[in-house]
C-alpha cells in the first residue's frame, strides 16, 4: 500500500522560500506522476503542479513564476519550493500521487503552513 | 482555465435519502473527470474516476455520470459516514482543476 508524508516547516515568514518534502512508501516513485495541491483554511482545493520520476513537469500558470517541484528517486521523494510567499500561501499542502489520466487515489495527510512574520 | 462549478453548495439531508450533486465544465472536457469526499481534517479521497468508475473500495451506493459539460454524482441511500465535502476534478486541460465543493449535511 502506497503511503506519502508530507514534511517540512510549518511557518514560513512573507517574502522567504516554502520548502516541503514528500516521502513515499510502499512503492517506487519511479512510477507515475506525483503532485502538490493545496487548500487554503475553509476553502477549496487548489493544484499545484506535477513531476514525473523522469523530472519533467507541468505547473499551474497562476503560480508557475514562483513553483519548482523536484523529484530524488534515490530517496523515494519529491519536493516543492515556492517561492516570495505571502499571507495568501497559507494552506494546508498535500502531497498525491496521480494517475496516468490525472486523478489521484493517494494522498498524504497534508502539512498546514502558515505565513506570518 | 476550465473553470468546474457545484452545484448546491451546501445541502441538507436525512439518512437514507438519495443525494444528486451536480459538477458543470466551463468547456467539454470527455470523461475526464474526478470525484472526491473529504472530511475535516482529512485528506479528499478518490471515490469516482472517469466520470462514472467506482474507485476500488469505495461502496455501490456512490455512482457518477454524465460526460462533455454536465457530470453527477449520487448517492443511492445516504448513509452517516456520508456527510462530508464532495469535490470535482477536471483532467482533461492543464491546469487541473477542483469544484468550489458541496457540503452534504445532516437534515
Known amino acids: 500500500q502506497v503511503q506519502l508524508q508530507e514534511s517540512g516547516p510549518g511557518l514560513v515568514k512573507p517574502s522567504e522560500t516554502l520548502s516541503l518534502t514528500c516521502t513515499v512508501s510502499g512503492g517506487s516513485i519511479s512510477s507515475s506522476s506525483w503532485s502538490w495541491i493545496r487548500q487554503p483554511p475553509g476553502k477549496g482545493l487548489e493544484w499545484i503542479g506535477y513531476i514525473y520520476y523522469s523530472g519533467s513537469t507541468s505547473y499551474n500558470p497562476s503560480l508557475k513564476s514562483r513553483v519548482t517541484i523536484s523529484v530524488d528517486t534515490s530517496k523515494n521523494q519529491f519536493s516543492l519550493n515556492l517561492s516570495s510567499v505571502t499571507a495568501a500561501d497559507t494552506a494546508v499542502y498535500y502531497c498525491a500521487r496521480g494517475d496516468s489520466s490525472g486523478w489521484y487515489g493517494y494522498w498524504g495527510q497534508g502539512t498546514l503552513v502558515t505565513v506570518s512574520s | 482555465d476550465i473553470q468546474m462549478t457545484q452545484s448546491p453548495s451546501t445541502l441538507s439531508a436525512s439518512v437514507g435519502d438519495r443525494v444528486t450533486i451536480t459538477c458543470r465544465a466551463s468547456?467539454?472536457?470527455?470523461?475526464?473527470l474526478a470525484w472526491y469526499q473529504q472530511k475535516p481534517g482529512k485528506a479528499p479521497k478518490l471515490l469516482i474516476y472517469?466520470?462514472?468508475s467506482l474507485e476500488s473500495g469505495v461502496p455501490s451506493r456512490f455512482s457518477g455520470s454524465g460526460s462533455g459539460t454536465e457530470f453527477t454524482l449520487t448517492i443511492s441511500s445516504l448513509q452517516p459516514d456520508d456527510f462530508a465535502t464532495y469535490y470535482c476534478?477536471?483532467?482533461?486541460?492543464?491546469?487541473?482543476?477542483f469544484g468550489q465543493g458541496t457540503k452534504v449535511e445532516i437534515k
Open positions: 476534478q477536471q483532467c482533461n486541460g492543464f491546469p487541473w482543476t
Open positions: 468547456q467539454s472536457i470527455s470523461s475526464w
Open positions: 472517469k466520470a462514472s
